[in-house]
């Protein structure tokens, strides 16, 4: 069954921080792999896209990293601030044309 | 990033009653449109996918009689909740995507609409 796990379930940290967000997939022949931000009771806001081809992609404060061989892709986020609060989700697509599936979340809390 | 509108954003019917959900693509031609459905501190659970002029593909144990869904045209998507109980209400979120380059675009999503059913 093709799952994507996403730890730690929450997080909190004080603003400034450095942090890591972690996803793994557990059949690395994805097609592409996205990360999410959803705030509560709100749609997704993309953040950042991986085609299987690339190694990351970067935007802003953020930086996906992905790992195909060994099923993980990593978001970073420098220098946290409280806007940055939220659920982070990350979502796979394993064939062109088909539906992405969404880890859990991991819930960020930025505290000022 | 590309637009995708989701109306209504909320919404509170009879139980019995049915609701319709609408997704559109604002700024783009989607050639796939997906309905998602999550529960409280849950992932997002796919429902169906649909593409523009054929039937949807239902995931498995989501009942086609039940969501109805329609995608008449390459920027619209309808979903209708028949005869809502109280166990249908749910935050639902539509998705859609295209294609360039023949490659699939970035998935962008609506802003979801919360279902309460009393």
């Known amino acids: 069954k093709q799952e994507v796990t996403q730890i730690p379930a929450a997080l909190s940290v004080p603003e400034g921080e450095n942090l890591v967000l972690n996803c793994s997939f557990t059949d690395s022949a994805i097609y592409n792999l996205q990360w999410f931000r959803q705030d509560p009771g709100k749609g997704l806001t993309s953040l950042l896209l991986i085609q299987s081809s690339q190694r990351e992609q970067t935007s802003g404060r953020l930086n996906a990293s992905l790992d195909k061989s060994s099923g993980r892709s990593t978001l970073y986020i420098a220098a946290s601030q409280p806007g940055d609060s939220a659920t982070y989700l990350c979502?796979?697509?394993?064939?062109?044309?088909?539906?992405?599936?969404f880890g859990k979340g991991t819930t960020l809390s930025v505290s000022s | 990033g590309a637009v995708v509108s989701q109306h209504p954003s909320w919404v509170i019917c009879k139980s019995g009653t049915s609701v319709k959900i609408e997704c559109r693509s604002l700024d783009f031609q989607a050639t796939t449109m997906f309905w998602y459905r999550q529960f409280p501190k849950q992932s997002l659970m796919l429902m169906a996918t649909?593409?523009?002029?054929?039937?949807?593909?239902?995931e498995q144990g989501v009942e086609k009689d039940k969501f109805l869904i329609n995608h008449a045209s390459l920027t619209l998507s309808t979903l209708t909740v028949t005869s809502a109980h109280p166990e249908d209400s749910s935050f639902y979120i539509c998705?859609?995507?295209?294609?360039?380059?023949?490659?699939?675009?970035?998935?962008?999503f609506g802003q979801g609409t919360r279902l309460t059913v009393v």
């Open positions: 649909s593409n523009e002029g054929s039937k949807a593909t239902y």
């Open positions: 998705s859609a995507r295209s294609r360039g380059g023949g490659v699939d675009t970035e998935a962008f």
């Open positions: 979502a796979v697509v394993y064939q062109a044309g088909t539906a992405l599936i």
